[in-house]
């Protein structure tokens, strides 16, 4: 036989109950009213605003000219502003690669820059430019900064440059920074030919669309030669295959007055014979 439960003893019970939801809803209502209304003390307040403005990675221009191109300013609200405008608004320079812009904590922004690297400096109307990896003349900087990176002379052809500047920018900065001047040197059967003027005082003949691939191996090249002993600066060609030649070999000067050619002058010095220096 089931029990009857009285409603009386029932009732208690339904109290709690319901008291319960009462005071759920009651602290509910309570939190959401203290949360507006510190959102609303909070964007009201100073608290809310902008206080430090934090640039990186800036080094062919000043902070100050990605700062204007913001648009961003101290005191402006943390939240007035859209991150992706901002950033396509910087992105609109031709030297930027890429930029970031983030809130960090509550009052900074954070705006990163990743500019186009430098790899080249070109010669226009008696000035010089710095010339980035994208291939663009770098105009708005100082021309009279000093020159740390390679010299371009008779590069006209702009996409000439600008496949050469690709295939610098491959290249280990140490590499890199051992050039010092590049000479277009094209001709009818090569018009990829280039002339490379190095700070240790060697000069190079290489080609263009492979200059990345072989140009890495010369330090391995110089230490080759000057290991070798009685060898004196020259020309490295590594055009094709690759073999040295002394300047003093490769620029003799011919008796004019002579039928003959002296046998010595005709004599190649080669680092290695018959063996590559570069492995394809």
Do not use: C
Not at 33 to 60: E, N, R, V
Not at 164 to 174: Q, V
Not at 239 to 266: A, C, F, H, K, N
């Amino acid at each position: 036989m089931d029990k009857v439960i009285d409603i009386e003893e029932r009732i208690p019970t339904l109290r709690e109950k319901r008291r319960r939801r009462t005071n759920f809803k009651f602290i509910t209502l309570l939190l959401l009213f203290f949360l507006t209304l510190f959102l609303l003390l909070y964007f009201q307040s100073p608290y809310s605003d902008i206080k430090k403005i934090d640039i990186q990675g800036s080094k062919l221009v000043d902070e100050e000219v990605y700062l204007q191109q913001s648009t961003l300013q101290i005191g402006n609200s943390m939240w007035g502003f859209h991150a992706d405008e901002i950033e396509k608004k910087i992105k609109q320079q031709h030297w930027v690669k890429d930029v970031q812009v983030k809130r960090k904590w509550l009052t900074t922004v954070e705006i990163e820059i990743k500019e186009w690297q430098k790899v080249a400096y070109i010669s226009v109307d008696n000035e010089f430019y710095p010339m980035l990896e994208n291939g663009e003349i770098f105009t708005q900087g100082s021309t009279l900064e000093p020159i740390d990176a390679p010299l371009f002379l008779e590069f006209e052809d702009e996409e000439l440059r600008k496949k050469l500047l690709k295939e610098l920018a491959k290249l280990d900065p140490t590499v890199l920074a051992l050039i010092s001047q590049i000479n277009a040197t094209p001709s009818s059967s090569d018009p990829y030919s280039i002339t490379l003027f190095m700070n240790d005082g060697y000069e190079v003949r290489a080609e263009i669309t492979s200059l990345a691939d072989k140009l890495k191996f010369y330090p391995s090249i110089v230490a080759q030669i000057e290991s070798a002993g009685g060898y004196e600066k020259g020309i490295i060609d590594i055009e094709v295959g690759s073999y040295y030649r002394s300047y003093s070999d490769e620029y003799t000067q011919v008796d004019l007055t002579s039928d003959e050619i002296d046998p010595d002058t005709e004599e190649e010095q080669e680092v290695i014979a018959d063996e590559e220096i570069i492995s394809e």
